[in-house]
């Protein structure tokens, strides 16, 4: 499910809490980081911060498509995809890179990461 970093990738301690708050905090932080030039350009926090925001917005749709569906779960649907997000982003902090499936091939192929 996960890769180690490219040998000529450095990777602060900064980048990886920064990849963390992208999966916990996801749509959200993706965002902002889209909006800070010191940080959209490093590229073990690029490629986490367009995953995750793939992820936040699939999360946010899907989430709700199923609690709407699943009413009397009460948001059990999406507080489980937060949780798996929220895994993901252990990982980082970890220094790992985080392959999801189907979302790290879409962001690659488009090469948004």
Sequence with gaps: M???PKAGMEVSSDDK????????FTPL???IILLMEDKKN????????VQALVWGLIN???????????????????????????????KAYQG????????????KNQGWA
């Design 29 to 31: 932080v993706p965002v």
């Design 60 to 90: 946010l749709v899907g989430g709700t498509i199923l609690s709407t569906l699943l009413f009397f779960c009460f948001g059990a649907p999406s507080i489980i995809l937060w949780g798996i997000g929220v895994y993901w982003g252990i």
């Design 96 to 107: 790992e890179m985080v392959k999801i499936p189907v979302i790290t091939d879409f962001v």
């Design 17 to 24: 809490l920064w990849a963390l708050l992208t999966y916990v």
């Design 2 to 4: 996960s890769q180690e």
């Design 42 to 49: 490093r590229p073990f926090l690029r490629a986490h911060n």
